[in-house]
Nanobody, 127 residues
Framework: QVQLVESGGGSVHVGGSPRLSCAASGWTSSDYYGGWFRQAPGKKREGVAL????????????AYVSAVKGRFTISYDSAKNTLYLQMNSLNPEDTAMYYC????????????????WGQGTQVTVSS
């Protein structure tokens, strides 16, 4: 049974740089698709960043939505089975509940395609 536990959210000021973590327990696959999604009140859940990691290549493949490209960095520590999202230069539009997702077979911008989800962590950006 895979469980994802998130941490690292909270209230930050504009320009802040928090890091979100998502620790996976029960993960057995050498392939790892990871994603960070966010959902603001009254809006649909949207993808923020994706990553694919395996033990056959020297680097992980990543993708970002245009709104966060250059400001957010997704990474995965396979030794710890932990997904990270380093968030820089935050602005009020980044305020949302952030969710991590993981899947051993596929990763996409479509939330319904993911097998496992974290419980969510709130990030609130204030001026």
């Amino acid at each position: 049974q895979v469980q994802l536990v998130e941490s690292g959210g909270g209230s930050v000021h504009v320009g802040g740089s928090p890091r979100l973590s998502c620790a996976a327990s029960g993960w057995t696959s050498s392939d790892y698709y990871g994603g960070w999604f966010r959902q603001a009140p009254g809006k649909k859940r949207e993808g923020v960043a994706l990553i694919f990691s395996d033990d056959r290549t020297a680097y992980d493949r990543t993708a970002y939505v245009s709104a966060v490209k250059g400001r957010f960095t997704i990474s995965y520590d396979s030794a710890k089975n932990t997904l990270y999202l380093q968030m820089n230069s935050l602005n009020p539009e980044d305020t949302a509940m952030y969710y991590c997702a993981a899947d051993p077979f596929v990763g996409s911008w479509e939330p319904l395609s993911w097998d496992y989800w974290g419980q969510g962590t709130q990030v609130t950006v204030s001026s």
